[in-house]
């Protein structure tokens, strides 16, 4: 069975940083794009970052440009989100998605992804 399992996440004070992590099992996703999303309490999901496999091409949300880096290990099958300068505002539940469409312009997509993680917990205190 596919899975998406994330980790990573935590407490964390405004102005420092937190890695995430996305392991993939049951298959690779060497032909898709993986990436993040979050939500917030009473908030629509909303689009973070993705990476597409292949080639290392990245993409991020306005909100988190020049803070956060998505990067991915072949070997491990896994896709990293690196944070820094954190605000309260990135506090969220964030998953990890696989999509299948390598277009950029899915990847932002909440409804496209293929494959979901079960989410993991991000809160930045101020």
């Known amino acids: 069975q596919a899975q998406l399992v994330e980790s990573g996440g935590g407490l964390v004070q405004a102005g420092g940083s937190l890695g995430l992590s996305c392991t993939a099992s049951g298959r690779t996703f060497s032909s898709y794009a993986m990436g993040w999303f979050r939500q917030a309490p009473g908030k629509e999901r909303e689009f973070v970052a993705a990476?597409?496999?292949?080639?290392?091409?990245?993409v991020y949300a306005d909100s988190v440009k020049g803070r956060f880096t998505i990067s991915r290990d072949n070997a491990k099958n896994t896709v990293y989100l690196q944070m820094s300068s954190l605000k309260p505002e990135d506090t969220a539940v964030y998953y990890c998605?696989?999509?299948?469409?390598?277009?950029?312009?899915?990847?932002?997509?909440?409804?496209?992804?293929?494959?979901w993680g079960q989410g993991t917990q991000v809160t930045v205190s101020s």
């Open positions: 990476i597409r496999w292949r080639d290392d091409t990245a």
């Open positions: 998605n696989a999509d299948s469409c390598l277009l950029s312009s899915c990847w932002k997509v909440v409804g496209g992804s293929d494959y």
